[in-house]
């Protein structure tokens, strides 16, 4: 019940609205008869003051008492009001305007024991409000001092019987109320509906989208429409749609060349071999030949299988470095020496230029592979002629910049952007005739280990005139002599 967000939506909104429209209904009523209260508080105080100056005129023109109640009941009749002549010093009430009530001459505390409600105090302490009387009935009352010479002589009690007020108002209120809400439930659903369509819309289109992806159909793209929210979550989707196409695609053209890669030594190697068993190559020096052919492309394979290995540890999320103390000059001098009989198979000039530097933390196996990466990958690119540079400075107090600078082709501005890829490979037909870092993985691997150095690698290029690579490290590394770092 109540599975689709639509739906819970919708609820929500009546619920909302439902309570807003319960509230007012049990408010308003008691709001308006507090308001109705002080209204009729009010009209009481002109009606008392009208009797009590009606009062003193009959009183200052040499009238009796017996004058002064007659004036009274009449005001008292004609207001619809019930007026009472208190003694304040006996409490004893001398006038009722309602003379078959057997109030005259009882106690007013013993007749009234009016208990206060919602009732205020004028200046003069006298009291003024709705008051509760023992039979449970309300009344809305205001006292007033008679005595037109000055003295308190006389109270006077002004009262209307408030019972029904709030029932009547309740009465009078509730039913247009509850029409009204009825009503206006109808627009406010509608309006509800679309609000909820399209927060759910969105979402039921992002649902079938991501069930397609599932499927294997990796093409979806939404339409950003809705709130903020869903608008910036629906362009969030349509950028990881493109990530994992993207993804699928250069894992796609990996394996191919991957399988393109160990299909050629494979072939080779199971010639050589098979000729090896038939006896084909008799001679010792075609025994030979056959022999290194097959060794060699073993140890293309062998890299390829390496690369896979180190891509695979990388994709774990953690790497194991074995930090130690590290002579960088050192390092990049047995690199360069390494790959010296590369350089000179392709007739290119390797140099090195090293700048003294204090020793840095790291792991040296993994430094040697970075560094041994980059050159390979100039070394492969630059034609015969060329030069590859190895350079070494001091960047700041406390980071050292490895530069391998080469001659080559250079790499378009399409191309730079993604050479750290994983599987990408720039160029991807001359990517094949690569010796050590031809299948895509290379500057992949390099910058992951870089990364975990906690250093940076940059690529520089202008196509006909060369490639920079520029490796940022710092000197000092966590302290522990083995560290953990999950790749980001």
């Given at each position: 019940?109540?599975?689709?967000?639509?739906?819970?939506l919708l609820?929500?909104?009546?619920l909302?609205?439902?309570?807003?429209?319960?509230?007012?209904s049990?408010l308003?009523?008691?709001?308006?008869?507090?308001?109705?209260?002080?209204?009729?508080?009010?009209?009481l105080?002109?009606?008392g003051?009208?009797?009590?100056?009606?009062?003193g005129?009959l009183?200052?023109?040499?009238a009796?008492?017996?004058a002064?109640?007659r004036?009274?009941?009449?005001?008292?009749d004609?207001q619809?009001?019930?007026?009472?002549?208190?003694?304040?010093?006996?409490?004893?009430?001398?006038?009722?305007?309602?003379?078959n009530s057997g109030?005259?001459?009882?106690?007013?505390?013993?007749?009234?024991q009016?208990?206060?409600?919602?009732a205020?105090?004028?200046?003069?302490?006298?009291?003024?409000?709705?008051?509760?009387?023992?039979?449970?009935?309300?009344?809305?009352?205001?006292?007033?001092?008679?005595n037109?010479?000055?003295?308190?002589s006389l109270?006077?009690?002004?009262?209307r019987?408030?019972?029904g007020?709030?029932?009547?108002i309740t009465?009078?209120?509730?039913?247009?109320?509850?029409?009204?809400?009825?009503?206006?439930?109808?627009?406010?659903?509608?309006?509800?509906?679309f609000?909820?369509?399209?927060?759910?819309?969105p979402?039921?289109q992002?649902a079938?989208?991501?069930?397609?992806?599932?499927?294997g159909?990796?093409?979806?793209q939404?339409?950003?429409e809705?709130?903020?929210?869903?608008?910036?979550?629906?362009?969030?989707?349509?950028?990881?749609?493109?990530?994992?196409?993207?993804?699928?695609?250069?894992q796609?053209?990996f394996?191919s060349?991957v399988?393109?890669?160990?299909?050629?030594?494979?072939t080779?190697i199971?010639?050589?071999?098979?000729?090896?068993l038939?006896?084909?190559a008799?001679?010792?020096?075609?025994?030979?030949?056959?022999?290194?052919?097959?060794?060699d492309e073993?140890?293309?394979?062998?890299r390829?299988?390496?690369?896979?290995?180190?891509?695979?540890?990388?994709?774990s999320?953690?790497?194991?470095?074995?930090?130690?103390?590290?002579?960088?000059?050192?390092?990049?001098?047995?690199?360069?020496?390494n790959?010296?009989v590369?350089?000179q198979?392709r007739?290119?000039?390797?140099?090195?230029?090293?700048?003294?530097?204090?020793?840095l933390v790291?792991?040296?196996?993994?430094?040697?592979?970075?560094?041994?990466?980059?050159?390979?990958?100039?070394?492969?690119?630059?034609?015969?002629g060329?030069r590859?540079?190895?350079g070494?400075?001091?960047?700041?107090?406390?980071?050292?910049?490895?530069?391998?600078?080469?001659?080559?082709?250079?790499?378009p501005?399409e191309?730079r952007?993604r050479?750290?890829e994983?599987?990408?490979?720039a160029?991807?037909?001359?990517?094949?005739?690569?010796?050590r870092?031809?299948y895509?993985?290379?500057?992949s691997?390099?910058?992951?280990?870089v990364?975990?150095?906690?250093?940076?690698?940059e690529v520089?290029s202008?196509?006909?005139?060369?490639t920079?690579?520029?490796?940022?490290?710092?000197?000092?590394?966590?302290?522990?002599?083995?560290?953990?770092?999950?790749r980001?």
């Amino acid at each position: 019940m109540l599975r689709r967000l639509q739906d819970r939506l919708l609820l929500s909104y009546f619920l909302v609205i439902a309570t807003i429209l319960l509230a007012i209904s049990l408010l308003l009523p008691i709001i308006i008869n507090q308001f109705r209260s002080r209204l009729a508080v009010g009209q009481l105080q002109l009606i008392g003051r009208v009797a009590e100056l009606e009062a003193g005129r009959l009183l200052r023109s040499g009238a009796d008492m017996l004058a002064v109640q007659r004036t009274m009941g009449l005001i008292a009749d004609s207001q619809g009001v019930r007026l009472l002549l208190v003694n304040p010093e006996t409490q004893r009430i001398v006038y009722d305007s309602q003379p078959n009530s057997g109030w005259v001459g009882q106690d007013l505390s013993q007749m009234g024991q009016l208990t206060r409600l919602s009732a205020r105090s004028q200046a003069d302490g006298l009291p003024s409000g709705r008051f509760r009387t023992t039979d449970g009935a309300l009344w809305d009352i205001h006292t007033q001092p008679l005595n037109p010479a000055g003295a308190r002589s006389l109270l006077l009690i002004t009262g209307r019987p408030a019972d029904g007020a709030l029932l009547a108002i309740t009465g009078n209120l509730l039913t247009p109320l509850v029409l009204t809400g009825l009503l206006a439930l109808i627009p406010a659903g509608l309006l509800a509906y679309f609000i909820a369509r399209s927060v759910s819309r969105p979402l039921q289109q992002m649902a079938t989208a991501a069930e397609a992806i599932a499927d294997g159909h990796l093409d979806q793209q939404l339409s950003p429409e809705g709130p903020d929210e869903v608008r910036r979550l629906a362009e969030a989707f349509n950028y990881m749609s493109q990530q994992v196409a993207a993804g699928q695609q250069v894992q796609r053209e990996f394996l191919s060349n991957v399988s393109h890669e160990l299909k050629t030594p494979l072939t080779s190697i199971q010639g050589y071999s098979q000729a090896l068993l038939d006896g084909v190559a008799e001679e010792p020096a075609a025994r030979t030949h056959a022999a290194q052919i097959i060794h060699d492309e073993a140890g293309r394979m062998a890299r390829l299988v390496q690369e896979l290995l180190d891509l695979a540890r990388l994709e774990s999320g953690r790497l194991k470095l074995n930090l130690e103390p590290v002579d960088l000059g050192d390092l990049l001098t047995d690199v360069q020496r390494n790959l010296l009989v590369q350089a000179q198979q392709r007739r290119v000039q390797l140099t090195l230029e090293k700048q003294p530097v204090p020793p840095l933390v790291g792991d040296r196996d993994r430094l040697v592979q970075v560094f041994t990466n980059l050159v390979d990958n100039g070394l492969a690119y630059t034609p015969a002629g060329g030069r590859v540079h190895i350079g070494l400075r001091l960047h700041s107090p406390s980071a050292v910049e490895v530069t391998v600078q080469d001659t080559g082709p250079g790499i378009p501005p399409e191309e730079r952007s993604r050479i750290f890829e994983r599987f990408y490979q720039a160029e991807k037909a001359r990517a094949r005739s690569l010796s050590r870092s031809g299948y895509g993985l290379g500057l992949s691997i390099t910058r992951e280990l870089v990364e975990a150095h906690h250093g940076r690698i940059e690529v520089r290029s202008e196509v006909g005139r060369g490639t920079l690579f520029l490796v940022r490290l710092p000197l000092t590394q966590d302290p522990a002599g083995s560290t953990a770092v999950r790749r980001h």
